[in-house]
């Protein structure tokens, strides 16, 4: 059977749904391949929410379809995912190599296009439709992690698309309107993982703090996102929930209650807040205010005073001026963030920001970044070495990515520590002393705590 190279752009939910896709093809008797250079079909899963990830993309495929071409014409190039659905046929008139564009309502079908384009049943194939249901379509896993070892945590795709509409954000359009799975389904997939050795699950949405507003009612109080993470929690063998990403004019108080109530809803926040001026919040449609943004994170370090919190933010919004950047800086240096992701603003096509009056220049977004990343960094490194000589639980995940002859796991707070340990430690909860932080990662010593 012919090999398939995927390579993913992007965020976890392209990561999950690359997943879905590998596997899919995998059961189909596909096998994949390590390198696009020995693979029969090259599919690239993409990302819009910046022009310099859409860019990427097109280089690499621009790359392939000369190198290849050439070489081995009957390989096949594929896009798939956001950019995908933005441009469609638009792709294949720029770049007439490539034979197949599937938007993110069609990752399923995926495989049975290839199917199609290899037997030479179909030319080329572009698939950008909506469609009902799709929600509930990406269930497969491989559940391979690192060097071939079995997977200790999964993500769960619970919810589709977003309706927040903020003014820079290209989701809306790229992922669609917002569409819930439900409970049972998503509790069957995450029972599934948990019998095949899966410890912690993610689960995944744009905004997953909106999941099943629509649909699910309140109960007792509790939000539908709430009450499935209760059902979630209940799962037997389970050690961890995470969620990402939620926010934040979604954490209300019964999310924020959940983490006192359940012990294995671990301490983590990944809390995007874009900016620290009202006046930028507002323009971006952003649904909160700083007080409000501030007062949640209160909340929910009185809740659990180790919560790791990470955000992103949006330098050079248009308009932004001087005192509203010195607003965000100022944000970063009273919450403390774990760490920040410091994004430039990127114009994106069919968004409100794209087309608002005072686009900064380039030089100021330059600076503002420099200077908002090198605070943000300052507070993460000390944050980090204030874990030193600690004893932190960690989830034991497989072999360092930086060095495979350690392993590495990650704390409740979702640090990554590195330590020696061997094969029989994977998939473990276990407490380790952390002998050093280095800027963004922590080395532990296990044997100090648990004398072997
Ligand atoms: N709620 C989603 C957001 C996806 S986009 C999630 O986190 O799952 C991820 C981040 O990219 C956003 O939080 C924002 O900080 C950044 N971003 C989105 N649109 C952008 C743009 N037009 N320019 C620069 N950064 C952007
Ligand atoms: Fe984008 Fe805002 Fe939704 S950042 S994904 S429109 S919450």
């Known amino acids: 059977m012919p090999s398939v190279f995927l390579k993913t752009y992007g965020c976890q939910m392209n990561e999950r749904d690359s997943e879905a896709v590998a596997a899919q093809l995998v059961a189909k008797g596909y096998s994949l391949a390590p390198s696009e250079a020995v693979a029969d079909v090259v599919l690239l899963n993409t990302c819009s929410v910046r022009d310099n990830a859409e860019q990427k993309a097109v280089d690499k495929m621009t ?85 071939k070892s079995k997977s200790v945590t999964a993500f769960v795709s619970i919810m589709q698309g977003c309706n927040q509409y903020c003014t820079f954000c290209i989701v809306p359009y790229t992922r669609g309107q917002e569409r819930s799975r439900t409970i049972p389904d998503i509790v069957a997939e995450c029972r599934e993982l948990v019998a095949r050795g899966v410890k912690e699950i993610t689960l995944l949405g744009q905004i997953v703090t909106s999941y099943g507003r629509r649909e699910i009612p309140e109960r007792e109080g509790k939000s539908a996102f709430v009450q499935l993470i209760e059902t979630v929690h209940a799962i037997e063998g389970l050690q961890r929930i995470r969620f990402t990403s939620p926010h934040p004019k979604g954490y209300g108080d019964d999310l924020v209650a959940a983490y006192g109530r359940l012990p294995r809803l671990v301490e983590s926040a990944h809390l995007p807040v874009q900016s620290g001026s009202d006046r930028v919040l507002k323009l971006m449609h952003r649904g909160y205010t700083r007080a409000r943004f501030l007062d949640i994170i209160a909340k929910l370090r009185a809740v659990k005073p180790a919560m790791g919190i990470t955000t992103d933010i949006i330098v050079g919004f248009p308009g932004e001026t001087d005192a509203d950047f010195a607003e965000t800086l100022s944000l970063v240096r009273e919450v403390e963030f774990d760490n920040a992701f410091v994004f430039k603003y990127s114009p994106r ?73 061997s094969e029989r430690h994977i998939g473990q909860v276990m407490d380790v002393k952390i002998v050093h932080a280095a800027p963004f990662t922590l080395y532990g010593d296990p044997a100090i705590v648990n004398l072997g």
Request: aromatic share 4%; hydrophobic share 40%.
């Open 63 to 147: 790359n392939l379809a000369g190198q290849f071409r050439k070489q081995r014409p009957g390989v096949l190039l594929g896009f798939l995912g956001c950019m995908a659905q933005s441009r469609g046929r638009e792709l294949i008139d720029q770049l007439p190599d490539v034979d197949l564009v599937v938007g993110t309502q069609k990752f399923h079908r995926v495989a049975d296009y290839v199917d199609d384009l290899l037997a030479g049943r179909r030319d080329k194939i572009v698939d950008t439709e909506e469609e009902r249901g799709s929600e509930a379509a990406i269930k497969e896993h491989l559940l391979t992690g690192a060097a």
């Open 349 to 421: 096509r069919d968004t409100p920001a794209a087309v608002m009056p005072d686009q900064l220049p380039e030089e100021v977004i330059e600076a503002r970044h420099a200077e908002l990343l090198a605070a943000v960094n300052v507070i993460a490194e000390r944050k980090n070495k204030a874990c030193e000589g600690s004893v932190a639980e960690i989830l034991v995940e497989g072999p360092s990515r930086k060095n495979a002859a350690r392993l590495e796991g990650r704390t409740r707070s979702n640090k990554i520590v590195v330590f020696e340990g």
